[in-house]
């Protein structure tokens, strides 16, 4: 088993490569669009990562025979589908970090919990006996509440 220094080491490793990796993706989506146009080509809409509209194109003059409310479902519709494009790359980006935490503490707990790894520390404190058998009936008494 590795040392604590060398687990820390390897720890630390672990994040400034995690760091780098986050870096060039926040790089990457500070660039990203998406652009999605009409059924009929009437508009095309793009937007930002963060789902900030970056331009609307007509391509033709239709849209001036078209009622306001027609005309306003029709920028909301397409807007609203650039908007779930560009979200749903986001979220497939960042996807590849949840977790990150979770491995980092188990790199350096040996895959232990936190409190698995104190137990013994708990254990030496006066009235721990009395405190954990206290916790016990609490939540004996939680489980038949909950029946």
Not at 53 to 60: D, G, N, R, Y
Not at 69 to 79: E, F, I, K, S
Not at 106 to 116: H, V
Request: a negative charge; aromatic letters at 4%.
């Amino acid at each position: 088993m590795a040392s604590f220094a060398e687990q820390i080491d390897q720890a630390l490793a672990a994040l400034d490569e995690q760091q780098t990796r986050m870096a060039a993706v926040a790089k990457e989506l500070e660039a990203a669009t998406a652009t999605v146009t009409t059924k009929d080509r009437l508009v095309t809409a793009k937007v930002g990562a963060q789902g900030q509209v970056v331009s609307l194109t007509f391509h033709s003059t239709a849209y001036r025979d078209m009622a306001p409310a027609q005309l306003g479902r029709v920028l909301t519709d397409v807007l609203n589908e650039a908007r779930a494009e560009i979200g749903e790359r986001v979220a497939a980006s960042m996807s590849q970090f949840s977790g990150l935490g979770e491995a980092l503490a188990g790199s350096m707990t040996g895959g232990a919990g936190l409190d698995d790894l104190l137990e013994p520390l708990r254990s030496m404190r006066p009235g721990h006996a009395e405190e954990a058998e206290a916790e016990k009936r609490r939540r004996n008494r939680q489980e038949e509440f909950r029946g």
